[in-house]
């Protein structure tokens, strides 16, 4: 999951990008700003993977908070002037969306910049991780997984031939670490292995031996990932 802030001095703009932002699990939306200049000091205080940007404020444009960044942000701007588009990709803006934002269109920008996103940081991802096992420390390789299910402030990891290992983890935790295209959110409490997937009936995945529900948030990023029509 990429997080990511909005900075727009016009409230419905925001509202558009809440409700875009919603519809898509693989992004959280963590802040939103009118004032640019405390859209800045959030960027410099916490660590974000993206920013929607407009271009035309008063007091300090996009372009101008961008240049006084130091670590930046993966950027998309926003604005309702296409003049700025070509200046903007000296930014090296991932995406410049048009107001009024469509959907499809925000769809395509963000999924741009989840692709860059993992294209850097697949490099560092390992292909396994550790979990504490009562008093034990069990080594976990994400491509043996069948399923993960949220256990409040545990996390019940399946494998094949139905073993199952209660972890002292998150499932938060576990979504910041999974490699991209390893296991595929399909609910709040579930991940899954694409590869033991035998079928999708009823909007429930069928696995070996269990039914998972598909969350409604999640079902067009599950179908699009399985490429299903």
Do not use: W
């Not at 939306?29 to 660590?47: Q, T």
């Not at 499932?171 to 997937?197: D, G, W």
């Amino acid at each position: 999951m990429i997080r990511a802030i909005a900075i727009d001095d016009e409230p419905s703009a925001l509202d558009v990008i809440k409700i875009h932002s919603n519809k898509l699990p693989q992004l959280e939306l963590v802040a939103c700003y009118s004032n640019p200049k405390h859209g800045f000091e959030y960027i410099k205080n916490n660590s974000i993977d993206l920013v929607f940007l407009d271009i035309n404020m008063p007091e300090l444009s996009g372009l101008e908070l961008i240049r006084k960044l130091k670590n930046k942000p993966l950027v998309i701007f926003t604005t309702a002037y296409s003049e700025f588009a070509l200046e903007s990709y000296d930014y090296d803006a991932v995406d410049y969306l048009m107001k009024p934002i469509e959907f499809d269109r925000f769809y395509r920008g963000v999924t741009k910049a989840i692709t860059l996103i993992n294209s850097s940081i697949r490099v560092d991802k390992k292909d396994y991780f550790f979990v504490k096992d009562g008093y034990k420390q069990v080594k976990v390789v994400f491509k043996q997984m069948e399923y993960a299910k949220s256990n409040g402030n545990y996390l019940d990891i399946y494998f094949d031939e139905n073993k199952k290992t209660m972890a002292r983890m998150t499932f938060s935790q576990l979504v910041e670490i999974v490699p991209a295209n390893l296991l595929l959110r399909v609910h709040n409490s579930f991940m899954v292995n694409p590869k033991y997937i035998q079928k999708i009936e009823n909007n429930q995945i069928v696995l070996n031996k269990i039914n998972i529900p598909i969350g409604i948030r999640y079902k067009e990023l599950v179908f699009e990932t399985l490429n299903i029509k």
